[in-house]
């Protein structure tokens, strides 16, 4: 188990020792998060997920984007399903696998990943990692998508550059090849 403490922080930063009771049973709030337990203190335990992942955690992949639960850049896996990080608090997913960008993996990953370079996909890359985690999640709960499945599966995850056509084009990719690895 990992204990985060004042290493992670800033050179000159102090870690407020101040207990609020609100985590599990008062103590330690205790995640897993890509595939590794994890424990910090419970004042975070109604931190939104999105800043636990990236303050207290130092896991910056996943993106803050409009942090009101409607562009989805800040996409996390949790229990294998997309999910807004933003609008999840860090006690809501005790007991449940987060995984983030940084610890993605399995078979449609890659394929993914292949797809989006070759299709061209990103411009700004700032929504990319929502993105990516987005596309996983709909491949491994339906490895062979239709363009309609994959359209209203992705609605919910905007891109201001306007690649949609390509992410889609992406996904469709990345389902002929994903299985195969």
Not at 4 to 30: A, I, M, N, Q, W
Not at 63 to 80: Q, S
Not at 138 to 156: F, K, T, V
Request: hydrophobic residues 35%; negative net charge.
């Amino acid at each position: 188990m990992l204990a985060y403490g004042d290493s992670h922080l800033p050179h000159g930063s102090r870690r407020c020792t101040c207990r609020f009771g609100s985590g599990p049973e008062g103590g330690p709030v205790k995640l897993t998060v890509n595939g590794t337990d994890v424990e910090f203190d419970d004042r975070h335990a109604q931190t939104p997920l999105l800043w636990v992942l990236r303050d207290v955690l130092g896991l910056p992949g996943t993106k803050f984007g409009c942090g009101a639960g409607y562009c989805a850049a800040c996409t996390v896996l949790v229990d294998g399903k997309n999910a807004k990080s933003c609008q999840l608090t860090a006690q809501r997913v005790v007991d449940k696998e987060v995984v983030t960008v940084e610890g993605v993996s399995g078979p449609f990953i890659d394929a993914v990943r292949d797809a989006w370079y070759h299709e061209n996909v990103v411009q700004c890359g700032y929504c990319q990692t929502g993105q990516t985690l987005a596309a996983v999640a709909l491949l491994e709960s339906n490895p062979s998508p239709d363009d309609d499945m994959i359209g209203r599966w992705m609605n919910a995850n905007l891109c201001r550059c306007g690649a949609h056509q390509r992410i889609i084009a992406a996904i469709e990719d990345a389902s002929k090849i994903g299985g195969a690895r």
